[in-house]
Nanobody, 117 residues
């Protein structure tokens, strides 16, 4: 069983950067699809960054150019670098790993990011 542990959230002012980490208790592989999602109050959980097993990254327009997903296989960790944070980025951020080829899918417990104006 894989457990994902997130860290790096906090309260920051608009315009600054923050890096979230997600460490797996199991091995993460290059064949896994990994992603970061966020859920603001009273809203659905949405994808903010994804890296596929082909190494392709995907971002919604709302964060493109500001957020960067990366992974370190030696540390079984993936990251979300968030630059130029905006109050609209305030949410609980979750990491996700989908094991190839058909799951299972694992989720972290979430880390709160609050951006003040």
């Amino acid at each position: 069983q894989v457990r994902l542990v997130e860290s790096g959230g906090g309260l920051v002012q608009a315009g600054v950067s923050l890096r979230l980490s997600c460490t797996s208790t199991g091995v993460i592989a290059s064949t896994d699809t990994m992603g970061w999602y966020r859920q603001a109050s009273d809203r659905q959980r949405k994808l903010v960054a994804q890296i596929t097993r082909a190494g392709r990254t995907n971002y919604p327009d709302s964060v493109k150019g500001r957020f960067t997903i990366s992974r370190d296989f030696a540390k079984n960790t993936m990251y979300l670098q968030m630059d130029s944070l905006e109050p609209e980025d305030t949410a609980v951020y979750y990491c996700n790993v989908d094991k190839y080829p058909n799951g299972p899918s694992f989720w972290g417990q979430g880390t709160q990011v609050t951006v003040s104006s």
